[in-house]
C-alpha cells in the first residue's frame, strides 16, 4: 500500500488540478485528473484496481448507449466507504 501511496502522489504532482475523492464530487466534470483516495479511504475495489494507466485509457470514453467511464466511477468517488465504487450505467457498460 506504501507504494501505491507514493505513487499516486508523484502521479497527482504532474496534474494542474488534483481530484481528491470524497462527497464534494458533484458530477463528472469535477473529476479532472487521476481520482486520489485519501490514506484511510482505500477499501473499496475503485480504489484497489483504479490505475493511472487505467484512468488514462477510459477517462474520456462512453459505450455505445452514451454512459461514460466517469459516470461509472463517479459513486465510487464520491462514497469512499463503497464496497465496490463501480456501476454500469448500460448493460454495455460491462
Known amino acids: 500500500m506504501v507504494a501505491k501511496s507514493e505513487s499516486v502522489k508523484s ?3 504532474k496534474d494542474e488540478e488534483v481530484t481528491v475523492c470524497g462527497p464534494h464530487l458533484k458530477s463528472i466534470d469535477d473529476l479532472k ?3 486520489q483516495f485519501k490514506e484511510g ?3 473499496s475495489m475503485l480504489c484497489k484496481y483504479l490505475t493511472q494507466e487505467v484512468w488514462d485509457k477510459y477517462k474520456d470514453s462512453k459505450d455505445a448507449q452514451g454512459v461514460t467511464f466517469k459516470q461509472c466511477i463517479l459513486s465510487g468517488c ?3 466507504d463503497s464496497g465496490i ?3 454500469a450505467g448500460s448493460p454495455n457498460s460491462y
Open 11 to 13: 502521479l497527482a504532482a
Open 33 to 35: 485528473s487521476f481520482p
Open 41 to 43: 479511504e482505500r477499501s
Open 78 to 80: 464520491q462514497n469512499t
Open 85 to 87: 465504487g463501480v456501476y
